[in-house]
Nanobody
């Protein structure tokens, strides 16, 4: 069993930056890749990116590539999502999730543990 808790959400101006954190507890001996997803009102949950357990491999959704960066500190059981050059369309609830080890990493079905989400609002 793994527990994930997101933090760091808030209100930011367009063009600004925000850093989200995902705190991992529970079965931290398991080497889970961690993904980030987001969900805007009335829309499906969207893949933002993923980092593998070592932190050396990352993958990003097309809409955030070049603006967002995922990193992790396994000593602190933390995964960070650094968001730069934020746009109005980045407004959403952001979730971190543990990859179950198989399946398409860009689909929610490939993740078996989820955090409760943190709201990010980008204002003009």
């Amino acid at each position: 069993q793994v527990q994930l808790v997101e933090s760091g959400g808030g209100l930011v101006q367009a063009g600004g930056s925000l850093r989200l954190s995902c705190s991992i507890s529970g079965s931290t001996n398991s080497k889970y890749p961690i993904g980030w997803f987001r969900q805007a009102p009335g829309k499906e949950r969207e893949f933002v990116g993923l980092v593998d357990w070592s932190g050396t491999y990352t993958d990003y959704g097309d809409s955030v590539k070049g603006r967002f960066t995922i990193s992790r500190d396994n000593a602190k059981n933390l995964v960070a999502l650094q968001m730069n050059s934020l746009k109005l369309e980045d407004t959403a609830v952001y979730f971190c999730a543990a990859f179950r080890g198989y399946g398409n990493i860009r689909t929610i079905a490939a993740y078996n543990y989820w955090g409760q989400g943190t709201q990010v609002t980008v204002a003009s």
